[in-house]
C-alpha cells in the first residue's frame, strides 16, 4: 500500500476579493522508500502540495491518505500527532532556536511528544551522532556552519523515527559542496528505508531523487522515474554513511536508526 494517497486534490486561496487555484486535481501514490523530488516555478502549486502532504493544511476537495489514515478528515489536534509521529520537517532556513544548544534543539520534537528529559536527551545525541555532530551537541546555532545547521535540523527530522521527511528547499542557503554534503547524507538515510519528498527549483538537487514530478499551473506537468543519485552506483556517493565532523564534505562510519514546521507558502 502506497505511504502517501492523494485524489484529486484541489486547494483554493482568497485573496482580497479574488480566488486563487493553487492545486487543481492533483493525484498521485508515493510508495514507502521512495525519494521524490517536485519542481516547478513560484506559483506553480508545489509548496502547497508540501504544506498538504506534511498535514500543515487541508485540501479544498479531494482526499488524503497517509500510512493508510485518512489526514484530509482530521481535527487540528490530530493532525499535530501525525505530524509529530510520522513526519519530520527539514527547511531552507533551517528554523533552528537560535540561544539553544543543538542538542536542545534536537530534543524539540520530543518534548511535543511527551517523551521523559532523560530519553530525550539520549535520543537527541544519538540523532546528532547518526548526522556526524556528535562532537557539537553543545554548541548553538551561531556557533555551527550553514551545513551544520543543516544537519541538525536533519537530526531533529529524524529523532521520532518518522516514516517519511518532506524536504522544502533544503540546499536552498547552502553553498555547493555544502549542498552536496547534505544531499549525501539524505541519501543515505534514504537508502536505509525513509520515503524523503524534498521541494527545489535546483535541477542539479532534484538529480539526485529517483522520481521527478514537475508542477504548472496547480497540475502536474510530469511525473518520471529517473536512475537518480540515490539509485546509481556511484563510487563517490555510498548507499550509507555518516558525515564526518573533521571533514565539512565527507562521510565516514554508517547511518543506523527521526521534525519542525515547513513555511507557509499559498503558492
Partial sequence: MALIEARDLTKHYRLGDQTVQALAGVSLDIEAGEFVAIMGASGSGKSTLMNI???LDRPSTGYLRLADEAVDSMDPDQLAA???RRIGFVFQQFNLLPRTSALENVELPMVYAGVKASDRRARAAEALTRVGLGERMMHTPAELSGGQQQRVAIARALVNDPSLILADEPTGALDSQTSEEIMRLLTALNAQGIT????THEADVAAWARRRIVFRDGRILE???TPGAAGM??????AAGQLDDSSPG???G???GSNGTPAEDPA
Fill in 53 to 55: 502532504l506534511g498535514c
Fill in 82 to 84: 501525525v505530524r509529530n
Fill in 196 to 199: 524523503v519528498v524534498l521541494v
Fill in 223 to 225: 511525473d518520471r522515474h
Fill in 233 to 238: 552506483a556511484r563510487s563517490d556517493a555510498p
Fill in 250 to 252: 565527507s562521510f565516514s
Fill in 254 to 256: 554508517e547511518v543506523t
